[in-house]
């Protein structure tokens, strides 16, 4: 076959170049046809577009075209044309065609339309090449790149945080323990106690379940930073919002108070929202039209409205009152509780109709670093509250007082001998500084309308499930 530069169908399909030769690979989605002409749907991932191939069966016999079925892989030499069927504005008529593999039609599970969303993750090496898959996975890494430009622009630095962490004190999860040591020979002490002198770090360590404590060192020299990376939670939560592995964006900055966190964090989401919109409209479209017919306009809402600023307390009042006209919910409510999925959505779907930021939470049911109010019952914590998702970014003002930090962290038992370089913060020059987390795939949740977090990440791990 005549060797061609290769065009990428996101490109093909753009080009007014009628008449020249082309070159296009990928995978075959469908072919259809007669005696005389078939068609064949081809895909290369760079979009969620198919270019249609039409083959001549005088020029390539019927029995060449015999192994093109769903998921083989071609390599296309032909001409670019006008194309004459609707949906499609360009289409390529085929003078050769290679076949570099075949996927036998009895076993290539990517068969037939309509497969379910259980099923696919059971083969998530190979769910990747289905429209649904290839749409979210586009948008996952145009969120990434709007999340760095995002910050990029307004001066943060991207900052690495260790992955693996020696303080189990972050409070933030259930951690993953990192170890070399022999797990069929483990050396104990008189108690019972493991002993992690010979281990690897010669102390005991684990995965990061946040990178803001790290963070913070950064911001409090480079002013602001941001990680993105990833996070670990050995949470035992099988529920559609969880993962053990998920990625996470923690914005931390030197001089703001909660209030500019709150703004940062509004900007900072109805960026990435618009972002979607924008640059992935094929890809929304199709979510839209095949998923979750109301995603783009959430998505549009979203982007209208203020964010409703609302006390912890006012929120409890609102939900209270909500149960004393015979709204059930499922766990209770009263001053105190941490809420649930459930009451974040009704405050959010049912109440506002617009997502809230919850702010000055009981300081019981939040981490010993939150900054304490004078009222000594509640701290600048701020949680974003989403549609559909809940909890979609967890904040706060950090305590920046040193004597108060200490205190917190003597209450709760907190191992001081882990903690003295964050207490540290706080001895030389301290400032008053906010951040939060995201949760990327939350995120994600949000703008694709999928409904189940497994769905927004490559290969899920979750309990019982870490294959491929
Ligand atoms: P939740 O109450 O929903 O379990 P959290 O309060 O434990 O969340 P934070 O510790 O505040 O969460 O973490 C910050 C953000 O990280 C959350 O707002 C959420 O977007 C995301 N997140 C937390 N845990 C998970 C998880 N297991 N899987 C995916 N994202 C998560
Ligand atoms: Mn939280």
Redesign the pocket.
């Known amino acids: 076959m005549e060797t061609i530069k290769r065009t990428k169908i996101v490109d093909v399909l753009k080009s007014t170049d009628f008449g020249t030769i082309v070159n296009v690979k990928g995978w075959v989605r469908t072919r259809r046809g007669s005696k005389q002409i078939n068609f064949i749907a081809l895909n290369d991932g760079s979009t969620i577009n198919n270019v249609q191939i039409v083959v001549d069966l005088d020029k390539l016999g019927e029995e060449y075209l015999k192994p093109i079925t769903t998921g083989a892989s071609i390599s296309v030499n032909g001409t670019l044309v006008q194309s004459q069927g609707k949906g499609q504005s360009v289409e390529i008529q085929a003078n050769e065609i290679e076949i570099y593999g075949t996927a036998d039609p009895a076993t290539y599970p990517l068969q037939k339309k309509g497969h379910s969303m259980e099923f696919l993750r059971e083969i998530a090496h190979l769910r990747l090449r289905t429209n649904t898959f290839g749409a979210v996975f586009r948008i996952r890494h145009n969120m990434a790149y709007a999340i760095h430009k995002f910050f990029h622009d307004r001066g943060f630095f991207y900052f690495h945080t260790p992955i693996i962490t020696a303080s189990d004190c972050e409070g ?2 259930q951690m993953f323990q990192v170890t070399t040591k022999n797990l069929y020979n483990l050396k104990k002490d008189e108690n019972g106690s493991i002993i992690y002198d010979d281990d690897f770090f010669g102390k005991q360590t684990s995965l990061t ?2 990178g803001q404590l790290e963070g913070e060192l950064g911001a409090t020299a480079l002013g602001q930073i941001y990680t993105f990376g990833p ?1 670990f ?1 050995a ?1 035992n ?1 099988n ?1 559609p ?8 964006i ?1 914005p931390e900055v030197a001089f703001n108070d909660i209030y500019d966190n709150m703004e940062l964090a509004e900007e900072f989401i109805k960026y990435c929202v618009r972002w979607a919109l924008d640059n992935c409209k094929d890809d929304v479209q199709f979510l839209n039209d095949m998923f979750d017919k109301g995603l783009i306009d959430r998505l549009q809402g979203v982007l209208k409205d203020d964010f409703v600023r609302l006390p912890y307390t006012e929120g409890i009042k609102i939900l209270e009152e909500a149960v004393a006209k015979g709204h059930k919910f499922e766990f209770p409510v009263y001053w105190g509780v ?2 649930a ?1 459930e009451h974040e959505r009704f405050l959010v779907e049912e109440h506002f109709k617009r997502p809230v930021i919850l702010t000055d939470y009981p300081k019981e049911i939040k ?1 010993f670093y939150m900054k304490q109010n004078e009222d000594g019952k509640t701290v600048r914590a701020m ?2 509250l989403f549609p559909k ?7 706060s003002e950090r305590e920046a007082d040193y004597g108060k930090l200490y205190n917190r962290i003597q209450e709760l038992n907190i191992p001081m001998k882990d903690m003295w370089w964050y207490l540290d913060t706080r001895r030389f020059g301290t400032v008053p500084h906010s951040g ?8 994600l949740l949000f703008v694709t309308g999928m409904s189940n ?1 497994r769905d927004v990440i490559p290969f899920p791990r979750t309990p019982k499930n870490a294959e491929f």
């Open positions: 933030a999860g379940v946040s996070t939670r949470e939560s529920t919002r969880h993962l053990a592995e998920f990625w996470m923690e941490d809420l999925s981490a949680d974003v998702i809940g909890e979609i970014i967890g904040g939060f987390g995201l949760g990327f795939e939350r995120l977090i």
